[in-house]
């Protein structure tokens, strides 16, 4: 007989990868780790499980899916339950709790929401169940920016939906009975439009394997960093570029080249320094890029945390930063990262400073390296997420 703690963590596709599936997949091992049994429960992504759905596109593709389905399948080493909907084009009918999600909740002794913004939790909601909400972002602050610069039918049937949408976010908040922020500006915008309290917990960082390099790196200038969804438009890569042409622009004589890491590819256009793009990146890759790059450079819009910022600090790399929100909840201006304007003039200014000053590099990025270590390492939050779980 099973007697292990069965724990559903309920999230978006983890098919849509982002800084949403790290949380996932730390709290699933922190869950692991204490003798639970974890797993992923989420509504199935149409365009990863059309055959979960009954659905327009199924219909005129010519098949008659009257109701629909779940599926049980490993993503990454975790066990994960997707869950399809009716008429998932309307994106309020994916929230909706058809008979597959009192049915699959009801295997479960715990549950906690990990996602972007709450509406992904409504089948918590309205099947009355007690849970725990780990949130990174809102409905408004996630797509104000996306939705400002999209056009279309979808973009359309989603500015109609938005409503509803917003309703059910409001309700899973109000239902969870414990709300935890990742940062203090995800804190600080939930406080703002509900009215329940909130606490911050970060992501930890595995300062283990994210960690400085044993022996000093040498080599001329190393290329500055970019870590980020091309396509996306809050991660603003148009920004890094225009900063990066006016750092050549203002100082031609400085020999600088730049590292983009990427699924998508950015257009590169004429640019006047050289690029190299790295799309896949493993996580041995990215500890490598994060200790021999001269800064990393976050222009985004917004962010709920900034995962990569905290791993390259916590490599000893020194972090250029835009004001987007999460960064702020980690970053101390001047000593152990650097804030910049929303300009590319302010950016390339702070990129020239640390390109010319290795002695400055060395000293942000030593700062850097502690500030994680000491107050957002998995050695500080092991503990407390894990004594979270099993209460």
């Not at 058809?98 to 972007?116: H, Q």
């Not at 304007?341 to 942000?364: G, P």
Request: charged share 25%.
């Amino acid at each position: 007989m099973n007697t292990k703690k069965r724990l559903a963590i309920v999230t978006q596709d983890p098919a849509n990868y982002g800084g949403v599936l790290r949380l996932v997949e730390y709290i699933y091992h922190r869950a692991k780790s204490v003798g639970m049994e974890p797993v992923i429960l989420h509504y199935g992504k149409y365009s990863e499980h059309p055959e979960l759905h009954s659905s327009i596109s199924n219909l005129f593709r010519g098949e008659l899916n009257l109701w629909p389905k779940e599926k049980h399948y490993q993503f990454r080493g975790m066990n994960a339950l997707a869950i399809g909907a009716w008429i998932p084009e309307w994106e309020p009918q994916r929230l909706r709790s058809n008979k597959l999600w009192p049915n699959a909740l009801s295997e479960f002794d715990s549950f906690i929401l990990v996602t972007g913004s709450a509406q992904t939790g409504f089948p918590l909601a309205v099947n009355k169940k007690n849970f725990i909400a780990w949130i990174s972002s809102t409905v408004e602050d996630d797509r104000r920016e996306r939705l400002a610069k999209s056009h279309g039918i979808a973009t359309l049937l989603e500015r109609l939906g938005l409503k509803q949408i917003l309703r059910a976010e409001s309700q899973v908040i109000e239902a969870a009975s414990r709300l935890m922020a990742v940062s203090n500006d995800t804190q600080k915008y939930l406080a703002k439009i509900f009215n329940h309290p909130s606490e911050v917990w970060p992501f930890p960082i595995d300062t283990i394997n994210f960690c400085p390099a044993k022996m000093p790196v040498e080599r001329s200038l190393p290329p500055f960093l970019f870590v980020g969804r091309a396509n996306d438009p809050r991660k603003r890569i148009e920004l890094f570029l225009s900063a990066c042409s006016t750092l050549q622009q203002v100082h031609p004589e400085l020999d600088f080249s730049v590292t983009i890491v990427s699924s998508i590819s950015p257009n590169h256009r004429d640019l006047p320094f050289p690029i190299e793009w790295v799309s896949g990146a493993s996580e041995e890759k990215l500890i490598e890029l994060y200790r021999t790059s001269a800064a990393f450079v976050l222009t985004s819009a917004q962010e709920g945390l900034g995962i990569a910022a905290m791993e390259a600090m916590a490599c000893g790399l020194p972090v250029i930063s835009t004001r987007c929100g999460g960064p702020e909840t980690f970053i101390e201006d001047g000593i152990s990262g650097f804030f910049v304007e929303d300009d590319a003039e302010s950016i390339a200014e702070r990129m020239f400073e640390l390109a010319a000053n290795e002695s400055l590099r060395t000293i942000i990025g030593n700062a850097a390296h502690q500030r994680i270590e000491n107050d957002f390492s998995e050695r500080v939050w092991n503990p407390k997420f894990e004594d979270l779980l099993q209460k």
